[in-house]
T-cell receptor, first 115, second 115 residues
């Protein structure tokens, strides 16, 4: 059972570079989301998707883009990396339950450093 | 929007003692309250959750209590063991957009269980 798979696990970028963090899930979940984790600040929602072709902004969307062309994949793009984007990024997926909350399954994370 | 506060930020206990972590939330419409455990180098994993139609839920050594009037919920771990050492996060949904629970996380509690 692969669950939620994130690649790469580690990445170092120079300021101004762009890159895409990959996320794939094999559980046929409708909902997918991206969080960043910074010390003392918990997990903050960047972007989320309620299904293929539908995305929306979370708490901290600036500097990031997402798209959802398939149910399985939800890549996160950094347009022009900044040191403030140094963080650990987590992708999560969950299933629909008619409006009620359901368990979110997290990937192992991508540790990104911007120098 | 939803705001979740979590206390304490760190907690140190002796093996066999109990540990309690508390969270408060702001949105009275929230109806789903999960707790996640994050071990070093891994993504968060759901350990227990509670819905607003019950006041308490138990699963072996862990339990969660919910007080909707006061808008707070707590995680209780009894007979703590060294393997309980981890960072624990509470979460609450920021309303529902098309049925999706946008989870807002607390800042986390680092629990250390000493042998």
């Amino acid at each position: 059972n692969a669950g939620v798979t994130q690649t790469p696990k580690f990445q170092v970028l120079k300021t101004g570079q762009s890159m895409t963090l990959q996320c794939a899930q094999d559980m046929n979940h409708e909902y997918m989301s991206w969080y960043r984790q910074d010390p003392g600040m918990g997990l903050r929602l960047i972007h989320y998707s309620v299904g293929a072709g539908i995305t929306d902004q979370g708490e901290v969307p600036n500097g990031y883009n997402v798209s959802r062309s398939t149910t399985e994949d939800f890549p996160l793009r950094l347009l022009s990396a900044a040191p403030s984007q140094t963080s650990v990024y987590f992708c999560a997926s969950s299933y629909s339950r008619g409006g009620a909350g359901t368990e979110a399954f997290f990937g192992q994370g991508t540790r990104l450093t911007v120098v | 929007g939803e705001n979740v506060e979590q206390h304490p930020s760190t907690l140190s206990v002796q093996e066999g003692d109990s540990a309690v972590i508390k969270c408060t939330y702001s949105d009275s419409a929230s109806n789903y309250f999960p707790w996640y455990k994050q071990e070093l180098g891994k993504g968060p994993q759901l350990i227990i959750d509670i819905r607003s139609n019950v006041g308490e839920k138990k699963d072996q050594r862990i339990a969660v209590t919910l007080n909707k009037t006061a808008k707070h919920f707590s995680l209780h771990i009894t007979e703590t063991q060294p393997e309980d050492s981890a960072v624990y996060f509470c979460a609450a949904p920021r309303g529902f957009s098309g049925g999706y629970n946008k989870l807002i996380f607390g800042a986390g509690t680092r629990l250390a269980v000493h042998p």
